[in-house]
Nanobody
Framework: VQLQASGGGSVQAGGSLRLACAAS????????MGWFRQTPGEEREFVTA????????PYADSVKGRFTISRDHSKNTLYLQMNSLKPADTAVYYC?????????????????WGQGTQVTVSS
């Protein structure tokens, strides 16, 4: 069971990035998938999550209107489209999967984690 995150990088404020999270080794379509982010010294912050039907949770206020989560079952891949990036979005972004029912926003409810991908936004 593995999640492999990619797509991070360095971008100027106002730019865009699309993160991807490739899943293997389990039934991707049955899982709730989420994105979290973390900066040094801070707790992991929930960004958004999506269920098998493509229904997502409300986004964190800090990213609302700028980030969009999606998933492609044919590719076993989760995405996070990030637009209008701000320096405050700088963090390590993690994808995660939960085999519990229902959309989840607490990191404790996710039992499979990707390795994280660094996003750096400069002003």
């Amino acid at each position: 069971v593995q999640l492999q995150a990619s797509g991070g990088g360095s971008v100027q404020a106002g730019g865009s990035l699309r993160l991807a999270c490739a899943a293997s080794g389990y039934t991707f379509s049955m899982s709730v998938m989420g994105w979290f982010r973390q900066t040094p010294g801070e707790e992991r912050e929930f960004v958004t999550a999506i269920n098998w039907a493509g229904v997502s949770t409300p986004y964190a206020d800090s990213v609302k209107g700028r980030f969009t989560i999606s998933r492609d079952h044919s590719k076993n891949t989760l995405y996070l489209q990030m637009n209008s990036l701000k320096p405050a979005d700088t963090a390590v972004y993690y994808c995660a999967a939960s085999r519990l029912g229902g959309l989840r926003s607490h990191s404790d409810d996710y039992d499979i984690w990707g390795q994280g991908t660094q996003v750096t936004v400069s002003s």
